[in-house]
């Protein structure tokens, strides 16, 4: 089963990767994935993770989702 911490711990790795910022608020999170504030703390609160948002910030990123939510190499797509 995929743990929302640790799909959102590698989103905010690289989130701070991008910006060089080495804390990432979840107001930055929800705002990346196009998500409001209050509802980004609600599926935190829920641990849901956002699929939909996340495939389209892979895609526009050119990020691996494979490895966003499996840790499954390589990190960027080419």
Not at 4 to 9: A, N, P
Request: glycine residues 2%; hydrophobic residues 40%.
């Amino acid at each position: 089963m995929l743990d929302f911490d640790e799909t959102m711990g590698r989103f905010k790795y690289i989130l701070s990767e991008k910006s060089k910022k080495k804390k990432i608020l979840d107001k930055e999170l929800a705002l990346s994935l196009s998500l409001s504030p209050q509802y980004y703390a609600v599926i935190k609160r829920r641990k849901k993770i956002p699929f939909e948002a996340l495939a389209y910030f892979c895609q526009e990123k050119k990020i691996n989702l494979n490895w966003l939510l499996f840790a499954q190499n390589p990190k960027y797509l080419t």
